[in-house]
Each structure stands twice: as C-alpha cells, then as structure tokens.
T-cell receptor, first 111, second 115 residues
Framework: DAKTTQPPSMDCAEGRAANLPCNHSTISGNEYVYWYRQIHSQGPQYIIH???NNETNEMASLIITEDRKSSTLILPHATLRDTAVYYC????????????FGSGTKLNVKP | DGGITQSPKYLFRKEGQNVTLSCEQNLNHDAMYWYRQDPGQGLRLIYY???????QKGDIAEGYSVSREKKESFPLTVTSAQKNPTAFYLC??????????????FGSGTRLTVV
C-alpha cells in the first residue's frame, strides 16, 4: 500500500484558505486519496476523496496532481472550528484492512 | 439519524481485569472495525469484520478479542493479556462493496484507562 507524507503542523489565519499538502509518491493506479479530520478526543470525520480528478464538496476541495503523486486539501475559509488533525490516506477500494492512518497534520486556525 | 454509538465514553479498569467496549451501528453497514489510538499517534487497526460470524486480525490484535454475532454490533474485549491497554479506542463501519463510496464512518470513541 502507498504511504503518505504530511507536515506535522500548520497555522492558518481565520477566514483565509487553508492548504494542506500530502505526498503519496508510490500511489498505485487503483488507489484513492481520502482526507479525514479528527477534532480532539472525537472520532475521525470524513471530508472528501478522489481518484484522479479534482473534487469539491461543501466542506473542502481536493486537488490531485496529474501524476497523482501528491494532493492538496483546501479549506476555502478556515474557521476556529476547523482546528483539528487532518489525515491523508491512500487505499484501494475493497481492501478494507489497508486503511492506514498516519500522524496527520495538526492545523491550528488562529483568530 | 443513523450512526455509530460507542459506550462508555470513559472507562477505568484495574490491572488484570478484562473489559468489553461496546460498538453499535444502525447504518446497515456490512463491515466493522476497531482501531487503537495512542497520544499524538495515528490509528492502528486491531480487528475487522466483513460479515456476521467472521472477523480478521489487524496489525495489533494481541491481547484483544472480538465477536460479530449481529450485523449491528461488534464488541471489543480488552483482556488482561494486553500489556498496555490505556488508549483511545475507535470503532468504525463501512459498506463492503463499493468503488470508494463506502461511507466509512467512525464512532466517537472510548477512552480506556488502566488504574
């Protein structure tokens, strides 16, 4: 399974866009990119996922590079409630025992 | 509303005692999972179950046991054989057959402390 690399922490001003990078240079063609976030002492919350096209939903946008070796999660207008640990995960659909959560990126949204 | 319920939220256990963590889902999901999270760390898979009466070991199954007698329920027992059981435990569920749209959903977790 592909592994991911994320910066351990990032800061963002409230109201600005938060851009969280993720490297997954060994990703396979059938592996999806997922993003989850975890607010302190709660279960991880699904944000967005994609295979190769850019995706957008009510929470965020996912930009995947053409070679699929990296991606960026964009929170367009960060609020204090977006302070959390953000996990980038790559996995194959149907391979449910290969959903690896690393240490993620701690996003600190500051007033 | 559909979701996953874990109980209790906080649990204290004396050394040498077994303890069972509850996980119930009403999402009609086929697969269920248990993860362990230590402070500042990511999640590690303990056990998972694809269907009723079947389950598989994850990466750190030693000292844990599970059962899957009903589709909705997947309790985890932390046995006395688990040397360092203090951790945050998360249950999750998902649809089994999908193309990435598997609705992987987590519960709110149980924090277990050995005293």
């Amino acid at each position: 399974d592909a592994k991911t690399t994320q910066p351990p922490s990032m800061d963002c001003a409230e109201g600005r866009a938060a851009n969280l990078p993720c490297n997954h240079s060994t990703i396979s063609g059938n592996e999806y990119v997922y993003w989850y976030r975890q607010i302190h002492s709660q279960g991880p919350q699904y944000i967005i996922h994609g295979l190769k096209n850019n995706e957008t939903n009510e929470m965020a946008s996912l930009i995947i590079t053409e070679d699929r070796k990296s991606s960026t999660l964009i929170l367009p207008h960060a609020t204090l409630r977006d302070t959390a640990v953000y996990y980038c995960i790559v996995r194959v659909a149907y391979d449910f025992n290969k959903f690896y959560f690393g240490s993620g990126t701690k996003l600190n949204v500051k007033p | 509303d559909g979701g996953i319920t874990q109980s209790p939220k906080y649990l204290f256990r004396k050394e040498g005692q077994n303890v069972t963590l509850s996980c119930e889902q009403n999402l009609n999901h086929d697969a269920m999972y248990w993860y362990r999270q230590d402070p500042g760390q990511g999640l590690r898979l303990i056990y998972y179950s694809q269907i009723v009466n079947d389950f598989q070991k994850g990466d750190i199954a030693e000292g844990y046991s599970v059962s899957r007698e009903k589709k909705e329920s997947f309790p985890l027992t932390v046995t006395s054989a688990q040397k360092n059981p203090t951790a945050f435990y998360l249950c999750a569920s998902s649809i089994w057959d999908s193309f990435g749209e598997d609705g992987y959903t987590f519960g709110s977790g149980t924090r277990l402390t050995v005293v």
